[in-house]
């Protein structure tokens, strides 16, 4: 048993900052993966991002490079979303996904058995 738990969403200003943190529990994850996924109302889950523990690789989207960084700490079994430049467009409930080993679909939801319970970013124009 994985449990996430995504905290750090709130409502922010256009070009503003947000840092996200998603706490894994249950089991150690230090061979894991880990992905942010975001999805607005009425649109499909986006990827945002993707973080690879063995090695610390991370892998973006078009849409958050230069904007979103991915992080993570294994002493707190904590990965971070921090996010700048923030748009209107960056609205939407991000979620955080793992899974237990590296796959070359990272950016496909269906390839994570394991996720939190979603944050609300709010970008306001």
Sequence with gaps: QLQLVESGGGLVQTGGSLKL???????????????????????????????????????YAD????????????AKNTMYLQMVSLKPEDTAVYYCAARMTFT????????YPYWGQGTQVTVSS
């Design 63 to 74: 849409s958050v490079k230069g904007r979103f960084t991915i992080s993570g700490d294994n």
């Design 104 to 111: 070359t679909n990272y950016y496909l939801a269906n390839w």
């Design 21 to 59: 943190s998603c706490a894994a529990s249950g089991r150690t994850f230090s061979s894991s993966s880990m992905a942010w996924f975001r999805q607005a109302p009425g649109k499909e889950r986006e990827f945002v991002g993707a973080f690879r523990w063995s090695g610390a690789m991370t892998y």
